[in-house]
C-alpha cells in the first residue's frame, strides 16, 4: 500500500526532521520518501489543515477483557479503540479471567493479538492471581514477553511481598507498577472524603490513602534499589514526595490519567456512575497542582487507565457501580482541553517517548528508511465525541456528546494504515 501524508508538521525530537513541515511518502510499512513536496501516483493521500505526525503513542496502564470478560472488551475491540486514540503500543493490566501470572496467559495474549494493527503487551501479575499473597512467575512471565509487572486495580498492600517483588524484577530491570492505595484507609469510600462526599451523602476515600501508600512504596523502592512507577497519582503531596524521590536518585516515575486533569470531585453532583473512577476525582485545587506538576516534568508520562465496564456494571445505584472509564479513544482531546497549554513536543514526550523508555519499546524515528510507526493528529480541530466515534465494545464515558479540543486522524504501524474522517 502506498501511503502519502502531505504538509504535516513533525513531532519527534530524534528526527532531523523534527519541527519541519514535509511530505511522507510510505510503502510496504516503509518510510521511501520524505521531501518539502511529493507527487506519488496511485498513494493514499493524507492532508489537514494543522496536521501533525509524530511516533506513535504509548499507553502502559490499560485493560482489555479478554481472557474472561470479553462482554466487556476483547483484543480486537480494545486495538480498535486504541487506533481511534492514536496509540500503537498497548500494555494491559493483568486483571482477567484467568488471571495473567504465568507464561501460558502471556503467550496467549502474544498469540492472539499478533495479527492486531496495535501492538499489544501483557504486564504480567507480581502475585499469583493477583491477590497480593504469594508472588507469581515473574521472570518466566518477563522472557515471555512480559514488559512490567503489576497486579493492576488491585495495588500490592503488602510490604514485605513488594520489596520481594522489587528486588526480583531489579535484575531484569523492568518496573514495578503500583495504583497508590492504601485500601485499608476508607475501604467504603465512594469518591474523595471532603465537603463534597457530605454534602452528596457518600462514604469518602481520604486522600491520604495514597499519600501514604507513595510514602512507604518509595522507601521500598530505595531499598530494593529497583524500579517503581506510580500511575494514576492524584495529590499534590505524593507529587512533592515523587520529586524527592527523583532529586535523591531514586528510581520511581509516575503518571496522571486524562480525566483526573480534566474533571473534578464537583463533576459528581448528578451521580452521574460514569464518574466513579479509581482513584476518585479530586477537588479543583488538587487538579490544578496535578496540571502544573504535568509541565513542570515530575509527572513522567500519561496513562489512560482505560477501563471498559458493560451497560449493567453502571447504570445502577452509584455505590454499586464498578469503578473506571473507558479512555483510550479520548485521551488526547481530553488532555488538550483541559491543559491546552501544554506544548506539543511536551505532549508527544508523555504519550510517546517517556513510556515508550520505561517499557523499553524502540520506537522508529521519522525519517528515510525506517519503519513507519506514525500517529497522525490535528490539535487545534474541536471533535465531539459521539458512540459513532467510539471503537470500544463499552460505553461507559462521561465524555459522550461533549466538544472537545484535538483530533486523532489516525495511525500508521508498519503496514496497518488506520485513517478516521
Known amino acids: 500500500m502506498k501511503v502519502l501524508i502531505q504538509q504535516a508538521s513533525i513531532i519527534d525530537p530524534s528526527s532531523p526532521l523534527h519541527g519541519k513541515i514535509q511530505d511522507i511518502y ?12 511529493l507527487d506519488v501516483a496511485d498513494a493514499t493521500v493524507i492532508q489537514g489543515k494543522n496536521l501533525h505526525v509524530s511516533t506513535g503513542w504509548v499507553d502502559l496502564f490499560a485493560q482489555m477483557g479478554d481472557p474472561g470478560y ?7 475491540t480494545g486495538a480498535a ?5 492514536g496509540f500503537i503500543h498497548v500494555a494491559i493490566v493483568p486483571n482477567t479471567k484467568p ?6 496467559q502471556v503467550d496467549y495474549i502474544k498469540n492472539k493479538s499478533a495479527t492486531l494493527p496495535v501492538n499489544i503487551y501483557p504486564l504480567g501479575a507480581v502475585t499469583q492471581k493477583a491477590d497480593g499473597k504469594e508472588l507469581a512467575e515473574m521472570y518466566d512471565m518477563h522472557k515471555a514477553g512480559a514488559v512490567a509487572f503489576t497486579d493492576g486495580i488491585h495495588p500490592i498492600q503488602n510490604a514485605g511481598l513488594l520489596v520481594k517483588a522489587l528486588q526480583y524484577v531489579k535484575a531484569i530491570d523492568v518496573p514495578v507498577i503500583q495504583i497508590p492505595d492504601d485500601t485499608s484507609i476508607g475501604a467504603q469510600g465512594q469518591m474523595h472524603e471532603g465537603v463534597v462526599s457530605t454534602r452528596l451523602g457518600f462514604p469518602g476515600k481520604p486522600v491520604m490513602a495514597e499519600e ?3 510514602a512507604r512504596d518509595i522507601k521500598l523502592a530505595r531499598y530494593a534499589e529497583a524500579k517503581l512507577h506510580f500511575t494514576g497519582v492524584t495529590s499534590p503531596k505524593s507529587l512533592e514526595y515523587i520529586r524527592r524521590a527523583k532529586q535523591s536518585g531514586a528510581g520511581i516515575t509516575c503518571s496522571v490519567t486524562p480525566y483526573h486533569l480534566y474533571l473534578n470531585e464537583e463533576n459528581l453532583i448528578n451521580y452521574d456512575s460514569n464518574l466513579k473512577v479509581y482513584p476518585p476525582l479530586r477537588p479543583q485545587s488538587m ?8 509541565l513542570d516534568g515530575t509527572v513522567d508520562c500519561i496513562t489512560t487507565h482505560h477501563q471498559p465496564h458493560e451497560f449493567d456494571s453502571k447504570v445502577l445505584e452509584f455505590e454499586y457501580a464498578k469503578p473506571g472509564m473507558i479512555g483510550l479513544e479520548t485521551a488526547f482531546s481530553v488532555i488538550r482541553t483541559a491543559v491546552p497549554e501544554l506544548s506539543m513536543e511536551r505532549l508527544v514526550y508523555l504519550l510517546s517517548t517517556r513510556p515508550a523508555e520505561l517499557l523499553k519499546i524502540t520506537l522508529p524515528s521519522i525519517q528515510v528508511g525506517a519503519t513507519a510507526s506514525i500517529t497522525l493528529f490535528d490539535p487545534e480541530e474541536e471533535v465531539t465525541v459521539t458512540k459513532n466515534s467510539l471503537y470500544s465494545k463499552s460505553l461507559n464515558t462521561p465524555f459522550l456528546n461533549k466538544t472537545l479540543k484535538g483530533k486523532v486522524l489516525g495511525i500508521i504501524n508498519g503496514h496497518h494504515t488506520i485513517i478516521h474522517s
Do not use: P
Open 26 to 37: 510510505i510503502e510496504n510499512g516503509k518510510i521511501q520518501q520524505i521531501a518539502d513536496h
Open 287 to 294: 487538579v490544578d497542582e496535578l496540571k502544573k506538576a504535568l
Open 212 to 214: 501514604l501508600l507513595v
Open 70 to 76: 470479553e462482554y466487556k472488551e476483547t483484543l480486537e
Open 99 to 104: 488471571v495473567v501470572d504465568n507464561k501460558t
Open 81 to 85: 479503540a486504541a487506533a481511534a486514540g
